[in-house]
């Protein structure tokens, strides 16, 4: 059973910083993509970064410049790096991972940016 453990989140003032950590364990192979996702309240669940096995990476236009994703591949974990962040950015983050034609969620971690 794939399980996706996630951690990282918390509250931070404008224009801080917060790093995300997702381990995903159980797996039949290294995972394809890792990802992440969020949700605002009220708000559809978008895509935030992904890094494939290759490591070719993919950004939200609005976290372009601010945020990076990294993964170690030994340890099957993706690293979300977010820096400057802005109120807009609060949601619950959400940690993606694809398994051939599968893919699996984390449980979601808070992200608040408040002052």
């Known amino acids: 059973q794939v399980q996706l453990v996630e951690s990282g989140g918390g509250l931070v003032q404008p224009g801080g910083s917060l790093r995300l950590s997702c381990a995903a364990s159980g797996g039949p192979f290294s995972p394809s993509a890792m990802g992440w996702y969020r949700q605002a309240p009220g708000k559809q669940r978008e895509l935030v970064a992904y890094i494939t096995r290759g490591g070719s990476t993919n950004f939200a236009d609005s976290v372009k410049g601010r945020f990076t994703i990294s993964a170690d591949s030994a340890r099957n974990t993706v690293y979300l790096q977010m820096n400057s962040l802005k109120p807009e950015d609060t949601a619950v983050y959400y940690c993606?991972?694809?398994?051939?034609?599968?893919?699996?969620w984390g449980q979601g971690t808070q992200v608040t940016v408040s002052s």
């Open positions: 993606n991972a694809g398994f051939g034609v599968r893919s699996y």
